[in-house]
């Protein structure tokens, strides 16, 4: 199988790359350019360019049979800032990006949605693929929109589509100095000897899932002969934020100091996953636990310090 992945030097699209490469997949990355912590195998493919080039994106999409869509411009907390520059930047451009499918008779799109904003607020818990949507920022209603089109290009034109809705992903490459990625930011404020920030009280509550997890859900969800289909992927259970440094203290044996700062009204105030569907209909299960992952994840942070 051909496979193009759009954003696969990213954490995610790196470890998505790995994962079909290792498969036996003929696999083809698109990026912006290489990035710090990771080096692509030999035998991947790599197009170096940013994806609004169109006729770039078009020769990158010729030839192969699965797009990975995982390229994402902005992040939940700031998507709100500019909300027109958000909708082109990821709106505008993915429906482009269906279009050059469309065009070379691509089978299908595997979509990397946000099962922490489409939802908002939930109504009930774990929340499941049918959950009302009505995401609280930018970010989750583009998501949502790009979700929608797929569903239009694939009743008009019969372009297959998987949209997996990821919780929030850990492990190894996740930036430690980012604005989201709790685990990776903790983990180095700890292993630099910095307070730990918390938005908030601490209470809120969030389903973690390995990245190595996720990633075999994108190359499941490739390989399957379902034409269309939604997934919420996580690892169905949450925890609360102060619970989880409870946990990073358990892995790395120190003992943080919290400093909380004021919520964000772009967080929303719980958000676990019902994961039935994919275990049902794609064979997936979570295999790494969040104890095990931390302790993965500490031995990696602290040799990038």
């Given at each position: 199988?051909?496979?193009?992945v759009l954003?696969?030097t990213?954490?995610?699209?790196?470890?998505?790359?790995?994962n079909?490469?290792?498969?036996?997949h003929h696999?083809?990355?698109?990026?912006?350019?290489p990035?710090?912590?990771?080096t692509?195998?030999?035998?991947?493919?790599?197009v170096?360019?940013?994806?609004?080039?169109?006729?770039?994106l078009?020769q990158?999409?010729?030839?192969?049979d699965i797009?990975?869509?995982?390229?994402?411009?902005?992040?939940?907390v700031t998507?709100?800032?500019?909300?027109?520059?958000?909708?082109e930047?990821n709106l505008?451009?993915?429906?482009?990006?269906?279009?050059?499918c469309?065009?070379?008779?691509?089978q299908?799109?595997?979509?990397?949605?946000?099962?922490g904003?489409?939802?908002?607020?939930?109504?009930?818990?774990p929340?499941?693929?049918?959950h009302?949507?009505?995401?609280?920022?930018?970010?989750?209603?583009?998501?949502?929109?790009?979700?929608?089109?797929l569903?239009?290009?694939?009743q008009?034109?019969g372009?297959?589509?998987?949209?997996l809705r990821?919780?929030n992903p850990y492990?190894?490459?996740?930036?430690?100095?980012g604005?989201?990625?709790a685990?990776?930011?903790?983990?180095?404020?700890?292993?630099?000897s910095?307070?730990?920030?918390?938005?908030?009280?601490?209470?809120?509550v969030?389903?973690?899932?390995h990245?190595?997890d996720?990633?075999?859900?994108?190359?499941l969800?490739a390989?399957s002969?379902?034409?269309?289909g939604?997934f919420?992927?996580g690892?169905?259970?949450?925890?609360?934020?102060l619970?989880?440094?409870?946990?990073?203290?358990?892995?790395?044996g120190?003992?943080?100091?919290v400093?909380?700062l004021?919520?964000?009204?772009a967080d929303?105030?719980?958000?676990?996953?019902?994961?039935r569907r994919?275990q049902?209909?794609?064979?997936?299960?979570?295999?790494i636990?969040?104890?095990?992952?931390l302790?993965q994840?500490?031995?990696?942070?602290?040799?990038i310090n």
């Amino acid at each position: 199988m051909h496979c193009l992945v759009l954003g696969g030097t990213g954490f995610i699209g790196s470890h998505v790359v790995e994962n079909l490469a290792s498969a036996g997949h003929h696999v083809r990355l698109l990026d912006l350019h290489p990035k710090q912590f990771w080096t692509p195998p030999p035998q991947v493919e790599c197009v170096w360019t940013d994806w609004n080039d169109s006729a770039l994106l078009d020769q990158a999409v010729r030839g192969t049979d699965i797009v990975m869509h995982l390229i994402g411009t902005t992040l939940p907390v700031t998507s709100n800032l500019d909300i027109v520059a958000d909708i082109e930047s990821n709106l505008v451009a993915s429906i482009r990006l269906l279009q050059i499918c469309r065009q070379h008779n691509v089978q299908k799109v595997v979509f990397s949605s946000s099962g922490g904003t489409v939802y908002g607020v939930p109504q009930s818990l774990p929340i499941h693929e049918d959950h009302p949507t009505y995401p609280i920022n930018s970010y989750g209603v583009v998501k949502l929109a790009i979700e929608k089109y797929l569903h239009v290009f694939n009743q008009l034109y019969g372009l297959g589509y998987i949209v997996l809705r990821g919780a929030n992903p850990y492990g190894q490459r996740q930036s430690p100095l980012g604005s989201q990625g709790a685990v990776s930011v903790f983990l180095n404020r700890l292993a630099q000897s910095k307070p730990i920030e918390i938005w908030g009280d601490g209470s809120v509550v969030r389903d973690f899932v390995h990245v190595s997890d996720l990633a075999r859900a994108f190359r499941l969800a490739a390989e399957s002969d379902l034409n269309h289909g939604i997934f919420n992927v996580g690892s169905g259970q949450g925890i609360s934020l102060l619970k989880l440094i409870e946990k990073i203290q358990s892995a790395t044996g120190q003992s943080p100091t919290v400093v909380h700062l004021p919520g964000r009204s772009a967080d929303v105030p719980i958000n676990v996953l019902d994961i039935r569907r994919i275990q049902a209909r794609l064979g997936w299960q979570p295999t790494i636990d969040l104890d095990a992952g931390l302790k993965q994840m500490w031995d990696w942070i602290r040799s990038i310090n």
